[in-house]
């Protein structure tokens, strides 16, 4: 009887010392989280990176042509961004990749129009629009395309002829646009199902990272939604904003807004839970969009199925002390 008190008692105690480990190194990890941007300084449109106070801003892409939507790979050593550099149209874009101290940029994509690049949360592949160009050069949908994070095996994802793809947290799923609606399928294009219903034309989904909402751009504002498709909600004032991205632990969404401040294209936050709207990044001098927000795997409680949270990590540790 007392060796099992000892046993459930020397259990409480290493799982509380593992709490309290684990929120010290999530707080640190949220502290040494980045947000990449574009921004139009010297007038030349580029990547950059800065703290999620807006502080330490440091170029990574140094180039004439336009580099523009980054994003982050899972581990924070790449970006994932579009650029029309090497091209004599500069209406063409294609998906290129480079470490995040701004070295080895690469070309992954040779499509006439790549954009909105998003990586599968374990690194290895990356989802983005493969757009056509027809004779008269208006931009048309082509459809939603995968590819290994190298830019081999190039494939578009099957029951997909949509845009703007973002993956779902723990990788099984891709939410993404079409016809004005969001819908959701599994990764291999199975299973589509119709996520909103409502006329708000809606843009650029983002997962939040604990799996449990989508945001968007919904009419020019930011709007989120269950994952199951209940509960959309606007967030944001009827001003002209974009580009919706998570904080790690799904409290807050950085975008872009063209009208909130006049004179201003700027980077704001929003409170998730009171709809707070703060300034992040607001220049006279320049323009500042398209945010990226780098959450370190295993910093948030993903969804049901995934080891590397707090919760999976706890689970295992109790089941071997047992």
């Known amino acids: 009887m007392s060796f099992k008190v000892g046993r ?14 684990q929120i010290a190194e999530n707080g640190y990890a949220f502290r040494r989280t980045k947000i990449a941007f574009t921004s139009m300084r010297d007038d030349n449109i580029d990547i950059y990176v800065m703290d999620v106070d807006g502080r330490n801003q440091r170029r990574v892409t140094v180039n004439p042509a336009r580099d523009e939507y980054p994003a982050w790979s899972p581990d924070g050593k790449k970006i994932a961004f579009v650029s029309n550099r090497n091209n004599e149209n500069t209406d063409h874009k294609q998906i ?9 940029p690469i070309r992954l994509t040779d499509g006439l129009v790549d954009t909105y690049p998003d990586w599968s949360p374990d690194g290895t592949k990356i989802l983005y629009d493969a757009h056509l160009v027809p004779e008269d050069h208006d931009l048309a949908p082509g459809g939603i395309a995968v590819m290994d994070a190298d830019g081999s ?28 609606r969001i819908y959701v399928m599994n990764v291999d294009g199975r299973n589509r199902r119709r996520l909103t219903r409502d006329v708000v034309h809606k843009r650029l989904p983002s997962w939040s990272p604990d799996g449990k909402r989508i945001a968007y751009v919904g009419d020019n504002v930011i709007w989120v939604v269950d994952s199951d498709g209940k509960n959309p909600r606007e967030l944001t004032e009827h001003v002209t904003e974009e580009h919706p991205t998570w904080s790690p632990d799904s409290e807050f969404i950085a975008f872009t807004s063209f009208g909130r401040d006049p004179g201003y294209i700027g980077i704001y936050t929003v409170d998730v839970t009171d709809g707070t709207v703060d300034a992040l990044l607001r220049d006279p001098d320049s323009l500042n969009l398209d945010p990226d927000w780098l959450y370190p795997r295993g910093l948030s409680v993903s969804p049901e199925g995934s080891g590397i949270t707090i919760w999976g990590r706890l689970k295992n540790l109790a089941s071997s002390l047992r």
């Open 8 to 21: 459930t008692f020397a259990t409480a105690l290493v799982i509380s010392l593992f709490i309290q480990m």
């Open 96 to 104: 290129w990749v480079i470490d995040a101290d701004g070295k080895n």
């Open 153 to 180: 095996n190039k494939s578009l994802v099957n029951n997909a002829r949509g845009l703007h793809p973002t993956w779902s947290p723990d990788g099984k799923r891709i939410a993404f646009i079409s016809g004005r």
